[in-house]
């Protein structure tokens, strides 16, 4: 399962595809008829050996054609470069922006598990049926003991999701690098020990999606799963 339809991964890989197509047919249609074309050495040409080394015959020298294929393929990998990093900027917030829309989470790595924080009110429906509010005591501050409700993650649906990740300091182990992956979303970020990152998304459609840790943090990094689950209405 790859990200899902609404996701800017998307209409990236189409964009990054189009343009390899395109300059794939053009480098072996070239490829091709330079092989065809100078199979052998017309009689009226000078051999090789007339060439002396080191010294670039003037007679083959084309600035118009030097110039284009300089100037062509960088605009190309501008324009690509451009586009990817669009892609990433619409993960990275400002940690200091303080959006009321945002519904705020902390996802705090730690080996070899995730505890989660909720700093804004959801509502579940738990197994015998009734709505709940959870939410960390102080609304804002990351108290000792995850508020995860069962282990796993609860998002709002369609609100835009703003998440910071730390890296649980215990004083034992010494730390090492995490990093939260939900594919449903293409994204991905480090939790780095000492420093607070970000990402962001939103969710548009209700469900349950996988959590994985997708930076090699020890023996029981396979072990480093979770699920996100999405509530609430959509619209």
Known sequence: MGPADYTIFWSLMKT???????VGIFTFALLFYLIIRFRQISPKDETPEKLTPGVFPK??????LELTWF????????????????SMITVWVDPY?????????????YQWGWNFYYHDE?????????????ATPTGTEVIDGAVSIDGNLYLPCNRLIKAKLVTLND???LPVLHAPFIPEWGIKE??????????????KETGTY???????????????????HVVGACG
């Open 16 to 22: 990054w595809n189009f343009w390899s197509l395109v």
């Open 122 to 134: 959801i509502l579940i429906v738990n197994e015998t049926g009734n709505l709940s509010t959870f």
């Open 190 to 203: 480090d939790a780095v020990p000492g420093i607070e990152t970000y990402m962001s998304f939103t969710p």
């Open 210 to 228: 996988d959590l994985f840790c997708a930076e090699y943090c020890g023996q029981q990094h396979s072990k480093m799963l979770a699920k996100v």
């Open 171 to 173: 004083g034992g182990e």
């Open 97 to 109: 922006s303080e959006d009321e829309d945002t519904f705020d989470i902390t996802i705090e790595a």
């Open 71 to 86: 100037i062509v393929p960088t605009i190309l990998v501008l324009y690509l470069t451009f586009i990817a990093w669009q």
């Open 59 to 64: 007679e083959r020298d084309n600035l118009t």
